[in-house]
C-alpha cells in the first residue's frame, strides 16, 4: 500500500532560508562544471561539503547541469 509513502511536510522559512544559500552558494561551480574548470569529481566534492553545511530541501531534485 502507499501507507509507507513520505509524507511532504510544510517547508519553514529556516529551510528556504538554507536552499537560498546552498543554491547561491553551487551556482558558481555549476557553471565552473559546465565550462570544464572543475571535474565532477571536484564538483561532488563541493556539493558534499554544500550540502552538509546548508542541508538543503530540495537539492536531490535538481540535476548538476
Known amino acids: ?6 509524507r511532504s511536510l510544510p517547508v519553514t522559512k529556516e529551510q528556504i ?3 537560498i544559500k ?3 552558494s553551487i551556482a558558481p561551480f555549476r557553471l565552473m562544471l559546465k565550462n570544464g ?4 569529481e ?3 566534492v563541493i556539493d558534499t561539503i ?5 542541508l538543503p530541501v ?5 540535476p548538476p547541469n
Do not use: C, M
Open 1 to 6: 500500500g502507499f501507507d509507507n509513502a513520505p
Open 22 to 24: 546552498y543554491q547561491a
Open 50 to 54: 554544500l550540502t552538509e553545511k546548508y
Open 17 to 19: 532560508t538554507a536552499e
Open 37 to 40: 574548470q572543475i571535474s565532477t
Open 42 to 44: 571536484d564538483y561532488r
Open 58 to 62: 530540495f537539492v536531490q531534485f535538481i
